[in-house]
Nanobody
């Protein structure tokens, strides 16, 4: 059974940094496209950044220059380094990934989310 597990969230002061991790567990062939989303209280879930298997990245405008998405394919893990955090970055952050099963069938998965709170 494939699962995505996020970690690294917490409480940080404005201007601080956090690194989120999204680790895939279970038996599968590889992880394809992976993205981070976030959902603030009372708002819809929004896309933050994504990365292809080959490492091509894209960012939502409000996080460009502050967040960096990366991946370690050997560890089946994707990271989101968040610097210069602002109160408006407060949200539950979710990992989303396209998993390639051993049958080569592709399936989309979501993690359970990790809370990031930016407050003084």
């Amino acid at each position: 059974q494939v699962q995505l597990v996020e970690s690294g969230g917490g409480l940080v002061r404005p201007g601080g940094s956090l690194r989120l991790s999204c680790a895939a567990s279970g038996t599968f062939y590889s992880i394809n496209h992976t993205a981070w989303y976030r959902q603030a209280p009372g708002k819809e879930r929004e896309w933050v950044a994504d990365i292809t298997y080959g490492g091509t990245t894209n960012y939502e405008d409000s996080v460009k220059g502050r967040f960096t998405i990366s991946r370690d394919n050997a560890k089946n893990t994707v990271y989101l380094q968040m610097n210069s955090l602002k109160p408006e970055d407060t949200a539950v952050y979710y990992c989303n990934a396209d998993i390639i099963h051993m049958s080569f069938r592709q399936q989309n998965f979501w993690g359970q989310g990790t809370q990031v709170t930016v407050s003084s």
